[in-house]
């Protein structure tokens, strides 16, 4: 309940710039809500494999087999996680008009020239 109003608190600040309509803002609150469904399995499997990680460098012995099979399924697990989000960039890239993605696109760009990394 606390994620969903989050979500579309934000949806409802980030799309209010490009005029998207109450029905754009709800079907991308959808979107947004069901990618962070999807997605926390994979937050809860990736903070075990970060202590599992701590685990195996604090062993007497070091498992290389351990933590290269460790590796190997954090890399899966984080292909999945970008082929979910990829798949809710698409789909709200289809809620949006193209004008509204381009004025969108101006939005995230103005955002992160003010990041020093960016």
């Known amino acids: 309940?606390?994620?969903?109003r989050r979500v579309d608190?934000?949806?409802d600040w980030v799309l209010s710039d490009v005029q998207a309509s109450a029905e754009q803002?709800?079907?991308?609150?959808?979107?947004?809500r069901q990618t962070i469904t999807d997605l926390a399995p994979l937050r809860d499997k990736h903070?075990?494999?970060r202590q599992s990680a701590v685990n195996l460098m604090a062993a007497p012995t070091i498992d290389r087999a351990a933590i290269e099979s460790l590796?190997?399924?954090q890399m899966q697990m984080a292909d999945?996680?970008?082929r979910r989000v990829s798949q809710a960039l698409a789909d709200v890239a289809?809620?949006?008009?193209p004008e509204q993605r381009v004025k969108l696109?101006?939005?995230?760009?103005k955002r992160m020239a003010g990041r020093r990394w960016s």
Do not use: F, G
């Open 80 to 82: 999945q996680a970008s």
């Open 105 to 109: 696109k101006e939005r995230l760009d």
């Open 1 to 4: 309940e606390t994620v969903a």
């Open 9 to 11: 608190k934000a949806v």
């Open 94 to 97: 289809d809620v949006l008009t």
């Open 25 to 32: 803002k709800q079907k991308v609150s959808a979107i947004a």
């Open 71 to 73: 590796r190997a399924e």
């Open 47 to 49: 903070r075990a494999a």
